[in-house]
């Protein structure tokens, strides 16, 4: 038996009995801005419960990069919401955990509406993918997560003032890398004709709409999507930040008026940090897309 696996059994051992290790709730995060997001408010869910909550950020140091392997992700959760509490698992309990109290999450492969895992009880390893009752989630989701734009560099924070002079500013997140293609979790990529739907109505709406885009991939809207949205002074692709400072076009996104999404979360995380009556937000009018019907004011699916 190796020195490791002989460290595992003696902490599981000291953890079954209770003695110097107490049980604790661990949550696996990975992936980008918005499910650190997501899978901080799951734990935060234990942590109201008085569980011990703890984090497994391993995805960070072994993996940090998107499906494709072309761009980063980095753990960004504090450097956009610096005030939050938040523990890191050691690598020792993450390895026990993992082999022994590992619960897939009802959200990984298939989404189902089994929510027995808010039962559980420490010890539990949550992984995979969760989704919770929309309710619980929306006012968790709103009570925890506060945008400050002191988190922002000066260029972000000269474009936020930018976006202010703009009556009826519009953020159109255009989710392009690893989602470009068809994938089992997301679905079809938007397409170009939704993005033409969407732009013309807002134009429609709001003659004086200013459009923003923002993208893992500038070039291909610049190239590819602008020419076919028949924009001349209306808008710009947002080129600040790279897929290593998600979290800036997260606030950013936000901090416009309204919003065009697509597959992915950014541009539906940016619409819920300042939802409110006013605010139109567009999606895929997809039926994986349907679960935010129940967590946006008015959404619009086309």
Not at 27 to 53: E, R, T, W
Not at 61 to 87: C, H, I, T
Not at 170 to 175: E, G, L, N, P
Not at 225 to 244: M, W
């Amino acid at each position: 038996m190796s020195f490791q696996k002989l460290k595992c059994k003696y902490y599981n051992s000291l953890l079954k009995r209770k003695l110097l290790i107490s049980p604790k709730v661990i949550v696996q995060l990975d992936g980008g801005i918005c499910s650190q997001m997501h899978q901080y408010l799951l734990g935060q869910y234990y942590a109201q419960q008085a569980f011990a909550v703890r984090y497994d950020l391993a995805f960070y140091k072994k993996w940090g990069s998107d499906l494709n392997n072309q761009f980063v992700r980095n753990f960004d959760l504090l450097r956009a919401f610096p005030y939050l509490e938040f523990k890191e698992a050691s690598a020792l309990a993450v390895d026990v955990y993992r082999k022994r109290y590992y619960n897939v999450g009802n959200n990984t492969g298939k989404r189902v509406d089994d929510f027995s895992f808010l039962q559980k009880q420490p010890p539990v390893y949550l992984g995979g993918y969760y989704h919770l009752p929309a309710n619980l989630w929306l006012e968790m989701f709103h009570s925890i997560f506060k945008m400050s734009l002191e988190v922002l560099d000066d260029p972000n924070k000269e474009f936020c003032q930018a976006i202010d002079e703009k009556a009826n500013s519009v953020a159109v997140h255009v989710r392009r890398g690893d989602l470009k293609v068809e994938v089992f979790d997301y679905g079809k990529p938007a397409s170009l004709k939704y993005f033409q739907t969407a732009v013309d109505m807002f134009r429609m709406r709001f003659p004086d709409a200013y459009f923003y885009f923002f993208s893992d991939e500038p070039d291909w809207v610049s190239k590819v999507l602008l020419p076919q949205l028949s924009l001349v002074d209306e808008g710009q692709v947002v080129n600040l930040n790279g897929s290593d400072k998600g979290y800036m076009d997260l606030f950013l996104i936000a901090h416009c008026k309204h919003q065009i999404t697509s597959k992915g979360t950014l541009g539906k995380y940016g619409a819920l940090l300042a939802d409110n009556s006013a605010k139109v937000v567009v999606l895929c009018d997809d039926e994986i897309e349907y679960c935010w019907k129940e967590l946006l004011m008015n959404p619009i699916f086309l």
